[in-house]
């Protein structure tokens, strides 16, 4: 049981470039969300999702796309990278409810 | 707007204090409230949660939670703080209407010998 798995764990990209962070869980949770991570913001909510077809914006959808086409995979997409980008990106999953959300270790991305 | 209020960027207390890091809300309905620990390079860990019942929740590492409705307040609490619970703590809270979880923006806790 891998839990919740994010890859790549650093990239590099520049200005510009497009690229998507892969996030996948094995437990079967119909919620996942996507955060960043950036010093004295806290985890702020850039997209989720209620299940399969479903998807939503959370705080800070700008310059991320996602889609949810099947339970397990969440991908984020970056169109065009952005220095404002360079953050630590988790991706989360729950089976709803009181359950709580289970986390990912996490992407570094750095957009020079 | 929804949000998760955690006042004290960092807390310090020596070893073997009492600990209390500080956390409001503003969420509509009857949020579920958690606390997660985050340690250097590290992912979210989950500590513990309020769902309803006693106000007084416990959880890992010898940690508990108080949560007081009329505050909207869910402090984090400890009663003998250790070195090894210096990290980064976030506050958040489920909303049971959207499944949005929202975190508040996190209180280092540094504990010294």
């Known amino acids: 049981n891998a839990g919740v798995t994010q890859t790549p764990k650093f990239q590099v990209l520049k200005t510009g470039q497009s690229m998507t962070l892969q996030c996948a869980q094995d437990?079967?949770?119909?919620?996942m969300s996507w955060y960043r991570q950036d010093p004295g913001m806290g985890l702020r909510l850039i997209h989720y999702?209620?299940?399969?077809?479903?998807?939503d914006q959370g705080e800070v959808p700008n310059g991320y796309n996602v889609s949810r086409s099947t339970t397990e995979d969440f991908p984020l997409r970056l169109l065009s990278a952005a220095p404002s980008q360079t953050s630590v990106y988790f991706c989360?999953?729950?089976?709803?409810?009181?359950?709580?959300?289970?986390f990912g270790s996490g992407t570094r991305l750095t957009v020079v | 707007a929804q949000s998760v209020a955690q006042p004290e960027d960092q807390v310090n207390v020596a070893e073997g204090n009492p600990l209390t890091v500080k956390c409001t809300y503003s969420?509509?309905?009857?949020?579920?409230l958690f606390w997660y620990v985050q340690y250097p390079n590290r992912g979210l860990q989950f500590l513990l949660k309020?769902?309803?019942?006693?106000?007084l929740v416990k959880g890992s590492y010898g940690f508990e939670a108080e949560f007081n409705k009329s505050q909207t307040s869910f402090h984090l609490k400890k009663p003998s703080a250790l070195v090894s619970d210096s990290a980064l703590y976030f506050c958040?809270?489920?909303?049971?209407?959207?499944?949005?979880?929202?975190f508040g923006q996190g209180t280092t806790l540094q504990v010294k010998p």
């Open positions: 989360a999953s729950s089976a709803g409810g009181a359950q709580g959300y289970t």
């Open positions: 437990m079967n949770h119909e919620y």
């Open positions: 999702s209620v299940g399969a077809g479903i998807t």
């Open positions: 969420v509509s309905g009857n949020p579920y």
């Open positions: 309020y769902i309803t019942g006693d106000n």
């Open positions: 958040a809270a489920l909303s049971s209407n959207t499944g949005k979880l929202i």
